[in-house]
Structures are given as C-alpha cells and as structure tokens.
C-alpha cells in the first residue's frame, strides 16, 4: 500500500501522559498536513509541512503539542501531559506542491482516561 | 475568515435517484474547493477539487459538483445514487492565495435505501 500511513492507529492512555504519533506521507510527496477529528465534527487544521519547514500553525496548537518533520519524509506529533479534552482522531495528510488534493491516513484514535 | 457551511446534517435517497450534497463558503480570496468521503472506521478519501476552469468538475466514484461563484456554493451531484455511496461526505475550501490548509464543514450523512 502507497497510501499515508499512520502508528499507532489506536492509543488510550492516562491523564497527564505524553504520547507521540507517526505519520508516513506517501513518498514523493513535499507537503504533510496534521488534523484533528473530534465526533460530529470536520477535521481541524492543527499544522503543516513543506519538506522539513513547519510553515503553519493554529491557534488550537497549545504548547503541549509539537510536530516535527526532521529529515522531511516522516512527521512526529507530541502531546505531552495529555488532557480528557485531546481525546480525537489525529488524522494526517500528504500532498504534492500546492493545489493539489491532500490525501489523508487511517487517522490515530487517542483515548485519553 | 474561511468557512464552510454543510447545512444538511443528513440526506436521504432511494437507490438510483440523482443526490445532491449541498456545500457554501466563505473566503477572502481565490477559493480551492474540495469534497472528500469518510467510510466508517476509515480515513478520509478525495472525491474532487476545483481550482481553476470548468465550473462542473468531475471526481471518482461517478460523483461530480458544480462550483457557482455567485452564490459561493459547491453542491455535490451523482445522476444515480448507489447504496454503496452510503457514507459521511465533507466539503472543504481553502483560500487559495494565502495559506495551504483546508478549512472542513462538519459533514453531511448521505443515506442511500435500496
């Protein structure tokens, strides 16, 4: 499978634990998207990546969380001291330059107890 | 500031009737429109874009949309509906000039009856 991949595809963890997730973009693609998923929502725009640079942040992105994308193929996401309120699905997405559609993985379900 | 708005919660239709999936938005500049489709316990699959050009863009899957500038709408059209479409259906825009991120409305349930 060619497709954006992401580990773990489900995580629960305890109040106040640090959690990392991975996504793998599809290979030749530059630009890597991050995303969260609350039920009955849309996804929300959280960051994104051209190759290693970190272009975009939103607000939503408190300083419990950094993403990292070191050698610009895959990207790390960090939540440290985990809330009940981080309990989503952390999608992950890829794209090729700028216009063109951005496909996304499986998503990582956090629980958060 | 970008939004989108999926006014239907839920559409219901009988298997091989034409659907209609409606989509507005609000941007500051060029907008980039998207559909996508999330299948449960999947991610989300791209259906089509618009960018540029013919206003009626055709995706996969034999689903199509028409952009319409004045009245900042992206309906998502299928002639004849199939119970295997049966899936939550997300529009989105980005504000083509400024940014790479896509703003999502909260997603419209199609339910397709046989």
């Known amino acids: 499978d060619t497709g954006v991949s992401q580990d773990p595809r489900h995580k629960i963890t305890k109040r106040g634990q640090n959690v990392t997730f991975r996504c793998d973009p599809i290979?030749?693609?530059?630009?890597l998207y991050w995303y969260r998923q609350t039920l009955g929502q849309g996804p929300e725009f959280l960051t994104y990546?051209?190759?290693?640079?970190?272009?975009?942040k939103s607000r939503l992105l408190s300083d419990r969380f950094s993403a990292e994308r070191p050698k610009g193929s895959f990207s790390t996401l960090e939540i440290q001291r985990t809330e009940q309120g981080d309990s989503a699905m952390y999608l992950c997405?890829?794209?090729?330059?700028?216009?063109?559609?951005?496909?996304f993985g499986p998503g990582t379900r956090l629980t958060v107890l | 500031a970008q939004s989108v708005a999926q006014p239907e919660d839920q559409v219901n239709v009988a298997e091989g009737n034409p659907l209609t999936v409606k989509c507005t938005y609000s941007v500051s500049g060029n907008p980039y429109l998207f559909w996508y489709v999330q299948y449960p316990n999947r991610g989300l699959q791209f259906l089509l874009k618009?960018?540029?050009?013919?206003?009626l863009v055709k995706g996969s899957y034999g689903f199509e949309a028409e952009f319409n500038k004045s009245q900042t709408s992206f309906h998502l059209k299928k002639p004849s509906a199939l119970v295997s479409d049966s899936a939550l259906y997300f529009c989105a825009v980005r504000d083509g000039g400024n940014t790479d991120k896509l703003i999502f409305g909260t997603g419209t349930r199609l339910q397709v009856f046989p």
């Open positions: 990546f051209q190759n290693e640079a970190q272009l975009e």
């Open positions: 290979s030749e693609h530059n630009r």
């Open positions: 618009y960018i540029t050009g013919d206003n």
């Open positions: 997405a890829s794209s090729l330059g700028t216009g063109g559609g951005q496909f």
